[in-house]
């Protein structure tokens, strides 16, 4: 074979394997201007609030998520919706103990994203594991592409993480004391620039 012909070949193998060979990029999330809210219901009302998110990074396949990981620092619950600082003070404490979710022994929840689907308008059907008070269960999403980042809503059964405060799941003569099992988290993720 000449050598001509020898580097012709090179170039052409270099080049199907470099377009083969495209890999994911990571990319920080902006925790700072990330927002996690939180809803929890219960008969006759309900609360809301906010929650830090410690860290985050998005895997991305070009255009297309692809993957990513969270963790959720549980000592910043902050509830929104009461006005009196003595019941709220309360309500946040009460949610940081091992009624609910026992921040002192579990500090961090985690999010890790184990695959996505593309589907229609920038939607991304997500599959997770979701950890909570050390215990970890898939969990199904969608994920919204914004102009900065992604949004979702995703609703989460405490039971299946062994919060077991006020839920008919454990206490079946609760009455009009019970607590939803499942609560609402909306995430805003803005990607580090």
């Not at 000592?75 to 009196?84: F, R």
């Not at 940081?96 to 022994?105: A, L, N």
Request: glycine share 8%.
């Amino acid at each position: 074979m000449k050598t001509r012909e020898k580097i012709a070949l090179f170039l052409l193998v270099l080049f199907v394997f470099s377009a083969l060979n495209v890999t994911a990029q990571g990319f920080e999330v902006n925790v700072e201007q990330s927002k996690i809210e939180w809803i929890g219901k219960k008969i006759g009302g309900q609360h809301n609030g906010t929650i830090n998110l410690q860290s985050g990074s998005l895997i991305m396949d070009g255009y297309r998520l692809a993957g990513g990981e969270f963790v959720i620092d549980m000592n910043t619950i902050v509830c929104e919706d009461l006005t009196n600082e003595s019941l709220n003070n309360k309500l946040v404490d009460h949610l940081k103990s091992d009624d609910f979710f026992g921040v002192e022994t579990f500090p961090v929840s985690q999010l890790a994203l184990v695959s996505t689907q593309p589907l229609v308008d920038g939607t991304t059907k997500i599959k997770g594991n979701l950890t909570i008070k050390g215990i970890t269960h898939p969990i199904e999403f969608d994920a919204f592409r914004t102009e900065v980042g992604y949004r979702a809503e995703i609703i989460v059964d405490r039971s299946r993480y062994n919060v077991r405060y006020g839920s008919k799941s454990f206490f079946a003569n609760i009455g009009d004391n019970a607590i939803d099992d499942e609560f609402i988290i909306k995430v805003n993720l803005v990607q580090q620039k």
